[in-house]
């Protein structure tokens, strides 16, 4: 199914690049198409002294069992009494919010630096074998990211841009976190409860925009790369994802974008020695990772003239179109990211 979600997202990057060669327009350097969907991260450079804060919002929601892209049910998973199942326990709900902070500074037009911070609240729901209920809650600093943007490619018009994703994600989210359950006080919780990853991860990347009228149409390839095993003997699976969009200039002030992502993820690699398999589906390192396929629709804003001249916000709805998980997990549901930015 990975090929298959990249297939479609390189078709549509080759499309995107075909119908840029067609025109000969120059871009607006603002503008409420000049930069990508809010869901895309380092997108675009900036010039020589120029800063950019960013302040994204993301409300994720994951409910229903899938055993690769099957549906099956908590009962199946956790069994009864009498016939008892893999585990006994099995997540039926899981929520996040992610509150992220960033800010961009340009030394030169060629480099382009960048830092993020994040905050996550997470809340998982549960079901015993029994059929006992019972919720598990995390809430703290995440991860935080430090890289920079190089720019490799600008055409002569500026109607094509290239440019490098160079990056690091430094582990100040805890992987320690703890909440009550049934059956221990002050538990230790699963690797998807967990607020960070707990290694130092290399994000390489490559980001690819043409402008062409009142169209911006792009493409991203990245990659996060666990470089070690964290303090408790494990590293998240490594990750790859494209993403292909097109936007288009509405007004002055408003644009629309559609946007194509294929993602893929390995398992964990390693496990910790106080987290029992048995016990829940989200304490085995075998049901973690998989194959994504999703259409993200996006409202951008610019203001260009006023009090607020120069703030951007942003809207995308994102919709999962395909899931091939390993092993047993929750499915994702439909989720909203919002956003604002200033560039000065």
Same mark, same amino acid.
């Given at each position: 199914?990975?090929?298959?979600?990249?297939?479609?997202c390189?078709?549509?990057?080759?499309?995107?690049a075909?119908?840029?060669?067609?025109t000969?327009?120059?871009?607006?350097?603002?503008?409420?198409?000049?930069?990508?969907?809010?869901?895309v991260?380092?997108?675009?450079?900036h010039?020589?002294?120029?800063?950019m804060?960013?302040y994204?919002?993301?409300?994720?929601?994951?409910?229903?069992?899938?055993?690769?892209?099957?549906q099956?049910?908590a009962?199946?998973?956790t069994?009864?009494?009498m016939?008892?199942g893999?585990?006994?326990?099995?997540p039926t709900?899981?929520d996040?919010?992610?509150?992220?902070?960033?800010?961009?500074?340009?030394?030169s037009?060629a480099?382009t630096l960048? =830092?993020?911070? &994040?905050?996550k609240?997470?809340?998982?729901?549960?079901?015993?074998?029994? *059929? !006992? %209920?019972?919720?598990?809650?995390a809430?703290g600093?995440?991860?935080t990211k430090?890289?920079?943007?190089?720019?490799?490619?600008?055409?002569?018009?500026s109607?094509?841009r290239?440019?490098l994703?160079?990056?690091?994600?430094l582990p100040?989210?805890s992987?320690?976190e703890?909440?009550d359950?049934?059956?221990?006080?002050?538990?230790?919780?699963?690797?998807g409860?967990?607020?960070?990853?707990?290694?130092?991860?290399l994000?390489p990347?490559?980001?690819?925009?043409?402008?062409?009228g009142?169209?911006?149409?792009?493409?991203?390839?990245?990659?996060?790369l666990?470089?070690?095993?964290?303090?408790?003997d494990?590293?998240?699976?490594?990750?790859?994802a494209?993403?292909?969009w097109?936007a288009?200039?509405?007004?002055?002030? =408003?644009?629309y &974008?559609?946007?194509?992502?294929g993602e893929?993820?390995?398992?964990?690699d *390693? !496990? %910790?020695?106080?987290?029992n398999p048995?016990?829940?589906?989200?304490?085995?390192?075998?049901?973690?990772?998989?194959?994504?396929?999703?259409?993200?629709?996006?409202?951008?804003?610019?203001?260009?003239?006023?009090?607020?001249q120069?703030?951007?916000f942003?809207?995308?709805?994102?919709?999962?179109?395909h899931?091939?998980?390993n092993?047993v997990?929750?499915?994702?549901?439909?989720y909203?990211?919002?956003?604002?930015?200033l560039?000065?």
């Amino acid at each position: 199914m990975l090929f298959l979600s990249f297939a479609v997202c390189l078709a549509a990057l080759t499309g995107a690049a075909a119908f840029a060669d067609l025109t000969n327009h120059h871009p607006a350097s603002i503008g409420p198409s000049s930069h990508a969907p809010i869901g895309v991260m380092g997108d675009h450079t900036h010039q020589a002294g120029e800063w950019m804060l960013s302040y994204r919002f993301m409300d994720m929601r994951m409910e229903g069992l899938v055993e690769g892209s099957d549906q099956v049910s908590a009962a199946s998973v956790t069994g009864s009494m009498m016939m008892p199942g893999s585990v006994m326990v099995a997540p039926t709900r899981m929520d996040m919010q992610m509150q992220m902070l960033g800010v961009m500074y340009a030394p030169s037009d060629a480099l382009t630096l960048m =830092l993020m911070t &994040s905050h996550k609240r997470y809340s998982m729901d549960h079901v015993t074998r029994m *059929g !006992a %209920r019972f919720t598990t809650k995390a809430e703290g600093l995440g991860d935080t990211k430090v890289g920079g943007l190089i720019r490799l490619y600008e055409s002569a018009d500026s109607s094509q841009r290239v440019h490098l994703n160079a990056g690091l994600s430094l582990p100040t989210g805890s992987i320690d976190e703890k909440d009550d359950t049934p059956a221990m006080a002050d538990a230790k919780l699963p690797y998807g409860m967990q607020l960070g990853s707990g290694s130092v991860e290399l994000l390489p990347g490559i980001t690819w925009q043409a402008y062409s009228g009142a169209y911006n149409v792009g493409a991203q390839l990245s990659a996060a790369l666990p470089l070690e095993r964290n303090d408790n003997d494990y590293r998240l699976g490594k990750s790859a994802a494209l993403t292909v969009w097109v936007a288009r200039k509405a007004t002055d002030y =408003l644009s629309y &974008s559609l946007r194509l992502t294929g993602e893929s993820q390995g398992k964990i690699d *390693g !496990a %910790r020695n106080d987290l029992n398999p048995k016990m829940v589906t989200t304490a085995n390192t075998d049901n973690y990772g998989g194959d994504r396929l999703s259409l993200s629709y996006g409202l951008n804003a610019y203001v260009p003239d006023g009090r607020l001249q120069g703030h951007r916000f942003a809207l995308e709805y994102t919709l999962p179109l395909h899931q091939d998980l390993n092993g047993v997990q929750l499915e994702r549901e439909p989720y909203l990211s919002a956003g604002w930015q200033l560039a000065f």
